[in-house]
T-cell receptor, first 114, second 111 residues
Framework: EAGVAQSPRYKIIEKRQSVAFWCNPISGHATLYWYQQILGQGPKLLIQFQNNGVVDDSQLPKDRFSAERLKGVDSTLKIQPAKLEDSAVYLCASSLGPSNSPLHFGNGTRLTVT | RKEVEQDPGPFNVPEGATVAFNCTYS??????FFWYRQDCRKEPKLLMSVYSSGNEDGRFTAQLNRASQYISLLIRDSKLSDSATYLCAVNKGTGANNLFFGTGTRLTVIP
């Protein structure tokens, strides 16, 4: 079974620039998540999709972050403009459903904002 | 109060030792509990689910205490390869039912 695919693996940008990350979940997984993991901390949920609809984006900084999952499969997360504090690993995860299914993570995109 | 709290450690134990981690959660409505393992600069990987009756997988045992709202992970006969960060995850219990993660507990097994 192919895992969650993410790209790019690494990205370095200057503050105020924009950046986009891509994620393709495990085939058949209806639920897709974007998490932010700052060094030394646990993953923090940014947004959760169920198919192509947003289920929870309460912790997404909507003034600069946006995400979409237009066809209910792959997803993109965008930051515009980036701030220094956005430096983190952005993890995409998917699960079969939103109830008690465990999450499967991609290998993440490590973002450095200078 | 944070939704999920863990002792960040580090725990440094010799090979063969038994080590236990606890994780407390704040939402009594939470229904799903998991332990994840995260190696340095890697993504979290599911270690085991935590059921009401407890769960054992080889040297690893996970337990749930609903009354005190904590989950535990016990590792017996520690191996060098067990060195990693262990994250507990607890679901929201209501609404979107997504997972909250603790900050992780760093374990180093020493030869």
């Amino acid at each position: 079974e192919a895992g969650v695919a993410q790209s790019p693996r690494y990205k370095i940008i200057e503050k105020r620039q924009s950046v986009a990350f891509w994620c393709n979940p495990i085939s058949g997984h209806a639920t897709l998540y974007w998490y932010q993991q700052i060094l030394g901390q646990g993953p923090k949920l940014l947004i959760q999709f169920q198919n192509n609809g947003v289920v929870d984006d309460s912790q997404l900084p909507k003034d600069r972050f946006s995400a979409e999952r237009l066809k209910g499969v792959d997803s993109t997360l965008k930051i515009q403009p980036a701030k220094l504090e956005d430096s983190a690993v952005y993890l995409c995860a998917s699960s079969l459903g939103p109830s008690n299914s465990p999450l499967h993570f991609g290998n993440g995109t490590r973002l450095t904002v200078t | 109060r944070k939704e999920v709290e863990q002792d960040p450690g580090p725990f440094n134990v010799p090979e063969g030792a038994t080590v236990a981690f606890n994780c407390t959660y704040s939402n009594s409505a939470s229904q799903s509990f998991f332990w994840y393992r995260q190696d340095c600069r890697k993504e979290p990987k599911l270690l085991m689910s935590v059921y009401s009756s407890g769960n054992e997988d080889g040297r690893f045992t996970a337990q749930l205490n609903r009354a005190s709202q904590y989950i535990s992970l016990l590792i017996r006969d520690s191996k060098l390869s067990d060195s990693a960060t262990y994250l507990c995850a607890v679901n929201k219990g209501t609404g979107a039912n997504n997972l909250f993660f603790g900050t992780g507990t760093r374990l180093t097994v020493i030869p």
